[in-house]
């Protein structure tokens, strides 16, 4: 990780294209090689060059966890086969008994991999609304280990303020965890901020072409780092070396890719704003946005993601999600081409009944790169199939 340290002084693109990405030594290679030999020789026994066995540390896999770690301030990156699998490493840093606080809008995933699967094995958790940090701070239980909170949230796009939630929770010994996937670390750095772990769905915008699942987590506390890399080891869930190729290579053009998604969100969100079919806008640049204050104050800008509710309800909502030509209708988000979703039915299914239910007459849109006004010319035409 020294490396890091010494190009600390690059700007964010510098890093996204050099950090841990030297030319390689063997060959004078410029593009990180894919290295997918499981195992790797010793001189004697115990004596090599830094690798073992390919689950315990890779060199593609080294050079995506050293770029999105500079990327993302921090000394430590660890790469892994998902967000969940990220997720789920971080969690294990818990004892049974300890409470986790999650801001009461987050991805379903995260969801379900708290209250299904850790929840059983003795973890608590309790849903708060980090708006109202005097109240969450009034009524904190003793038992909590770590905040938990996404900003911009998924698929509402409230932010919070990420400074003031890192206080409140360190002055009662709790971790705090930013999910920094809708923002990324060109919009938003959590750790300059006080966080203490940054977890990513490298999915999303970090691989940014919808081609590779990927995980991420960036932290600055060596021990901390240390506990996480010992279970990424230990439990396993690593990325190939190629899924880890890819990462690398999306993140390559990261800032020039958000500058164009948070372009065109804006055209969108022009388009929304006073439509006749259109409820509400959602998006942080918005000044009546829950969070507006938080996102200007700790973010470059707001994102290419833009959620919006319909006045005709629900039926409106599928209707439109179904009528558009460009944005494809699927899950996920973050890459070049837009898609358009009813999250109430996909992507938050999973939350149905719970305090992070998501209303039904809901659309969530991630807004890619292509022309602008095709983008906004499709969205007008599917409006036009609401009453
Ligand atoms: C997609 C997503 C995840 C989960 O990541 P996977 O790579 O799908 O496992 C976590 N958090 C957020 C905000 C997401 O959008």
Request: hydrophobic residues 45%; contains cysteine.
């Amino acid at each position: 990780m020294g490396e890091i340290e010494e190009q600390a002084g690059w700007g964010f693109e510098t890093l996204a294209i050099h950090a841990g990405q030297p030319a390689d030594p063997s060959t004078g290679a410029v593009v990180t090689p894919i290295s997918l030999s499981t195992t790797f020789a010793q001189s004697e026994v115990g004596v090599h060059q830094g690798y073992e066995y390919s689950r315990s540390g890779n060199p593609t896999r080294t050079a995506v966890e050293q770029q999105v770690a500079a990327l993302e301030h921090a000394k430590h990156g660890l790469a892994f086969a998902s967000g969940l699998a990220a997720e789920d490493n971080i969690l294990r840093l818990l004892q049974p008994g300890q409470r986790i606080l999650l801001g009461n809008d987050a991805y379903g995933g995260t969801f379900r991999l708290i209250s299904k699967v850790w929840t059983p094995l003795g973890l608590d958790w309790t849903a708060v609304d980090l708006s109202d940090l005097d109240a969450v701070a009034a009524s904190w239980p003793d038992d909590v280990g770590m905040v938990w909170l996404e900003t911009p949230t998924n698929p509402l796009l409230t932010c919070f303020d990420i400074e003031a939630i890192a206080e409140m929770a360190h002055e009662r010994d709790a971790l705090v965890v930013v999910d920094n996937t809708f923002a990324t670390p060109y919009l938003q750095q959590p750790i300059t901020l006080g966080a203490d772990i940054v977890v990513h769905s490298a999915t999303k915008y970090l691989g940014g072409h919808s081609d590779v699942v990927g995980g991420f987590v960036a932290v600055d506390d060596d021990e901390l780092a240390e506990r996480i890399r010992f279970t990424q080891n230990a439990a396993g869930a690593v990325p190939s070396p190629f899924d880890c190729y890819l990462v690398l290579r999306g993140v390559k053009t990261l800032g020039v890719r958000m500058d164009r998604h948070c372009e065109n969100a804006r055209a969108i969100v022009d388009l929304l704003s006073g439509h006749r079919a259109v409820e509400r806008v959602l998006y942080p640049q918005l000044p009546d946005h829950p969070g507006h204050e938080a996102a200007a104050k700790q973010m470059r800008d707001y994102g290419g993601m833009v959620s919006f509710t319909l006045k005709a309800g629900e039926a409106a909502a599928r209707r439109v999600a179904a009528s558009t030509e460009l944005f494809t209708l699927a899950e996920s988000l973050g890459a070049v081409e837009s898609l358009i979703e009813h999250p109430g039915a996909m992507t938050h299914a999973s939350a149905a009944g719970s305090p992070l239910e998501v209303p039904d007459n809901l659309v969530r849109l991630s807004v890619g790169i292509e022309h602008a006004a095709d983008l906004v010319a499709d969205l007008e035409q599917a409006l036009d199939t609401a009453p």
